[in-house]
């Protein structure tokens, strides 16, 4: 009897661990992100144990560095979230900089904010719109957008760059702090929060994971999936365009080249996170720390004294590593 009541212990202690809240989150599908990110810091303690890797103001430098990504990233999910890819991001961002940075000396910082906006919202627009009427792959459209937008960009000031010295601007989009706390720390928990509460405390969130995810049973609900792949992509680069005014803001100036290299990092960024390229599964926390893992990465290497060319091979590895978990991920989904 006391084996029975011994083992029948053992059970019911095994069914309340099964259930701790702990033991469920280290066992959800998208926790590797978090692994990954302890295990890349624990990396660079042994080798850049002699750096100022781990001081505080390095920390802080790489958010800085790594907001106007993280933004990008966070917007990008809501394409994904419907199984769209935006390519245009980048050009989006240098775009709304010069065009910041152009109505700002006349027009003010709210004129300038609205109008740089107003770009990334015009832009997801016509990206959604051509998408569907078109009946076009959305990797299609936005590498012929980000073609146009790009010459747009060079165009506007003859390839020039636009200095800003409004020091209102540059400290509420990039430059400033706020008690000891970076401003762009804080843009990055403000849009990290709007997003996670959109995706997932949000009808609209869910009817876009349900459009992504299974796009007959979403149409079954009444759901309109070309006015959501239409909207997913007006964030998608609106939120390119804030990474556009937070560029500008941090650099206190803007130019054509901005946000152009940052396309791979964005989706490295989205893809380990655990966000599928596929549509219907986004993690907008997994987002922000993929992308604070890349700039811990790029960090690190440079502090390891590798070359600009090494470290867009190890970009170039982390994104072939991350897609390839994208389609395992999707396949066994």
């Keep these: 009897m006391t084996e029975l009541f011994a083992q029948l212990r053992t059970q019911q202690l095994r069914h309340q661990i099964k259930q701790l809240p702990l033991r469920q989150f280290l066992l959800r599908r998208d926790a590797y992100i978090y692994y990954i990110f302890l295990l890349v810091l624990a990396l ?65 910082i709210v004129l300038a904010t609205a109008a740089a906006l107003g770009v990334g919202l015009l832009v997801g627009f016509i990206n959604g719109v051509l998408t569907e009427k078109l009946q076009v792959s959305s990797l299609l459209i936005t ?41 762009l720390l804080l843009w990055t928990l403000l849009i990290t929060a709007l997003g996670y509460v959109l995706l997932n405390k949000l009808r609209f969130g869910r009817h876009l994971l349900a459009v992504g995810g299974n796009p007959q049973a979403a ?25 556009g005014l937070l560029y500008a803001g941090r650099l206190q100036g803007a130019r054509y080249t901005l946000g152009e290299a940052d396309l791979l990092t964005v989706i490295a960024a989205v893809a380990i996170g655990g966000t599928s390229l596929f549509g219907g599964r986004v993690c907008i926390i997994g987002a922000v720390l993929g ?17 600009t060319n090494e470290q867009m091979i190890a970009r170039g590895v982390i994104l072939i590593v991350a897609v390839a978990i994208g389609v395992r991920e999707a396949r066994n989904g």
Excluded: C, Y
């Design 291 to 307: 992308s604070w893992l890349m700039g811990m990465i790029n960090n690190g290497l440079i502090l390891s004294g590798f070359s």
């Design 143 to 183: 590498l012929g957008t980000m073609s146009v937008l790009a010459g747009i960009a060079r165009q506007l000031t003859g390839m020039e760059s636009v200095p800003i010295i409004n020091q209102d601007f540059s400290f509420w989009f990039g430059a400033g702090d706020a008690g000891g706390v970076p401003v």
């Design 44 to 108: 660079f303690a042994v080798v850049l144990h002699d750096t100022a890797f781990f001081s505080f103001d390095n920390f802080m430098n790489i958010v800085r560095q790594t907001t106007p990504v993280t933004v990008m990233a966070i917007a990008l999910s809501f394409a994904l979230a419907v199984g769209h890819i935006d390519l245009s991001i980048g050009a989006v961002v240098a775009l709304s900089a010069l065009v910041a940075a152009l109505i700002l000396p006349e027009g003010g």
């Design 219 to 243: 149409r079954a609900m009444g759901i309109s999936l070309g006015s959501m792949r239409v909207k997913a992509l007006m964030i998608s680069a609106v939120g390119a365009a804030l990474a």
